[in-house]
Each structure stands twice: as structure tokens, then as C-alpha cells.
């Protein structure tokens, strides 16, 4: 949101100077007509050509269009060097990159089409799901649509994308999940969005479930960024229960929070996991 409050304001700044710009030229239009005695046509190249400071034309002969080519001269290289900052701090800024990845990204989006998705897998999440099976909405189809989702992601150039990593159940009762076609679509991601691509789960606990240790050690293959969620409000062995998440290449973990709040731990130990963190990620431990 920010990015693009700043590309509106420097496209306002362009057309209030298009604006000054077209104003000092019309302004010396009519300054020479009127000082010079000349025709519209070659008052208007005369304005233009001293605007431009570039002295094609010979210098006024009444000490009237002396005066306007000096204030056209003054006016037109204030405002030309106003628009030269202007540009240049759009460059050095990058809002013309900002600029051309927001275009890059709704040419992506309306370029987007036949994609459902469903926010959240509740009440109504559940029988949004038995809706679109009864519409003929099959197994194949969502694994498609999740291998989709990665590509139609790749436009968002200053975005990452969070993959929820579990072993892919599409339904009650399904066992293990389908875990080779999970760790496709982690390396898929990585591919496609590099660093972008987010590993995060939320089931980090010491008592891991089989299933899980495979999807960890992929993650942990493919490296950073991996974010965990500790599976209990207040693990059995908390400190194993980070040094787990670590061993495993955590660049964060998130303490679950419960009615109660956050269980209380020692500064001196949270320095010490925030230290593991850190050296996992290569930026401040969280």
C-alpha cells in the first residue's frame, strides 16, 4: 500500500509539472506577441526555444521581450530542474520499479481465471468444499489448482507466500496424506519463488508425528525461510521443543498463545533461542 501511495504521488507531481511547464510556454507565447510584434507559430518556438535554453533564436529587440525571455529563462530552468529531481528520485527511490511490478502484477491477476479459493477450512469452508465436490471438483483438480497457485504467484515480485506445509489430506480418513506430492510442490515452490517461498507449519512439538519428520527434513533441505508454530500450549519439553524447530532450520518460531498467554520464559533463555534463530536465518532471531 505504501509502494503504491508513493507511485500516485510522483504521477501527480509529473502532471503538475507537464502543467507549470505548459503554463511558462504559453505565458512567453503571449510575451512575445505582444513585446516582439510576431505571429503566434514563432512566438510560440521562440518561447519554447528559451524554455529549452537552447538560444536558436536571436535576443529580443525592445527591452520588454528582454524581460519576458529573462523570466522565461529563469521560470523554465527552475522548472525543468524541478522535473529533473523529480525523475531522479524515482530512480534512486525505485518507484519505477514499484511501479512497473504493480503493472506486472494486475496483468497477472486478470489474467487469472477458473481459481477458487477458500479462506479458512471451517463450518462454512467445509461445505464450500462439499459444494465444489458435487459440482464434480475432484482430488486431481485441487492438487492442479495448488500447483497453479505457485506460478500465478511468481508476479509478486516484493511478496512472499506462506505454503502451509502438511502432508496434503483432501479429506478425512486418508492416513499419512499424500506426502510425495507435498514435497513436489515445496521443491515446485522454491523453484518458482526462491526465498519468496515460505515453509511454515504449525505442529512443532518434540512427541513429532512420523509423517512429519519426512516433511521437516525437506524443509530443512531446501533452507530458509522455515516458520514454525509450537503444537501445544505449553510443550512437555519446551526448550527441546525449540532446539527441534532449530535443528531443523527455523528462522522463527511462534509460541502458541492461549487464554492465559504466553508462557513465561527466562530472558537469558530467549536470548538464547533468538542467538539459534538468527544463525539459521541470517537476520535477528524471532
Not at 503554463?23 to 529549452?52: M, N, P
Not at 536558436?56 to 527552475?78: D, F, R, Y
Not at 522463527?252 to 498463545?257: A, G, M, W
Request: hydrophobic share 40%.
Amino acid at each position: 500500500m505504501r509502494e503504491r501511495t508513493e507511485v500516485r504521488a510522483f504521477l501527480r507531481r509529473l502532471r503538475q509539472l507537464a502543467l507549470m511547464i505548459a503554463l511558462v510556454i504559453a505565458a512567453g507565447t503571449i510575451g512575445f506577441a505582444l513585446t516582439e510584434d510576431r505571429g503566434v507559430w514563432e512566438s510560440f518556438q521562440w518561447a519554447l526555444d528559451t524554455v529549452a535554453t537552447i538560444g536558436s533564436h536571436p535576443n529580443p529587440e525592445t527591452i520588454p521581450g528582454q524581460i519576458v525571455k529573462t523570466l522565461l529563462i529563469v521560470l523554465g530552468v527552475g522548472t525543468l530542474f524541478y522535473g529533473l529531481v523529480t525523475v531522479t528520485e524515482v530512480f534512486v527511490a525505485g518507484h519505477l520499479a514499484d511501479l512497473l511490478a504493480e503493472r506486472r502484477t494486475l496483468k497477472a491477476i486478470e489474467a487469472t481465471s477458473d481459481h477458487y479459493i477458500i479462506c479458512g477450512f471451517g463450518r462454512v469452508g467445509r461445505q464450500v468444499a462439499r459444494d465444489l465436490r458435487a459440482a464434480g471438483f475432484t482430488d486431481a483438480a485441487y492438487k492442479e489448482c495448488l500447483t497453479h497457485a505457485v506460478a500465478d504467484y511468481a508476479p509478486w515480485q516484493q511478496s512472499r507466500l506462506v505454503l502451509s506445509v502438511n502432508p496434503l489430506r483432501t479429506g478425512p480418513g486418508q492416513g499419512n496424506g499424500d506426502q510425495a506430492f507435498t514435497e513436489g510442490l515445496m521443491h515446485d515452490c522454491r523453484r518458482t519463488l526462491g526465498r519468496r517461498c515460505v515453509f511454515d507449519n504449525h505442529d512443532l512439538d518434540t512427541e513429532l508425528p512420523g509423517p512429519l519428520h519426512r516433511i521437516y527434513a525437506t524443509m530443512k533441505q531446501l533452507g530458509p525461510e522455515i516458520e514454525f508454530q509450537t503444537w501445544r500450549t505449553t510443550p512437555k519439553d519446551f526448550d527441546g521443543t525449540i532446539k527441534l524447530g532449530v535443528s531443523y532450520g527455523a528462522s522463527s518460531i511462534e509460541l502458541y498463545q492461549d487464554y492465559g498467554g504466553f508462557p513465561l520464559v527466562p530472558d537469558a533463555k530467549l536470548r538464547q533461542w533468538a542467538a539459534m534463530l538468527e544463525a539459521n536465518s541470517g537476520a535477528p532471531g524471532r
